[in-house]
C-alpha cells in the first residue's frame, strides 16, 4: 500500500469521525478485493447522521483535491457508499451494518480499528 493511500484511510476516518462516526473500522482488502485497496466500514445512530458523514468525507477530501469518483445511497442515508478509488468508505446506520456484516464478508481482510490504523501510520 502507498504512503499516498494510507493519507486517504487517515483523511476518510477522520472526517468520519468529526461527525461522530462509531465502531470506524478500516479493512485492508488488498490482495483480497480488485475493487479497492482498503474499506473504511463505520455507523451511525440515523439516517441523517450517515448523510452528514458521508457529506464531510467528500467535502474534507475534495478540500485536498481527492474527487470521489462514484456514490450510492446518498438519498435513503441507510447505506452511502463513496468510492475514492484505492479507499472506499461504507457508511451504514446500525441495523444495516448489523445486517449486512462486511467484516463477516470480507473475512480475509485484516481489520484494524481507528486507532490501529493510526499508530500503524506513524
Known sequence: MS????????MIVAAAEDKKATDVVVLNVDGVSSVADFYVVCSAKSTIQVQAIADNIEDELKKQGIDLLHKEGHRQGRWILLD???????????????????????????????????????
Open 84 to 122: 475514492f478509488g484505492s479507499g472506499i468508505a461504507h457508511i451504514f446506520v446500525e441495523e444495516e451494518r448489523e445486517y449486512y456484516n462486511l467484516e463477516r464478508l470480507w473475512g480475509k481482510a485484516r481489520a484494524m480499528d481507528s486507532e490501529e490504523q493510526l499508530s500503524e501510520n506513524k
Open 3 to 10: 504512503d499516498t493511500t494510507k493519507t486517504l484511510e487517515e
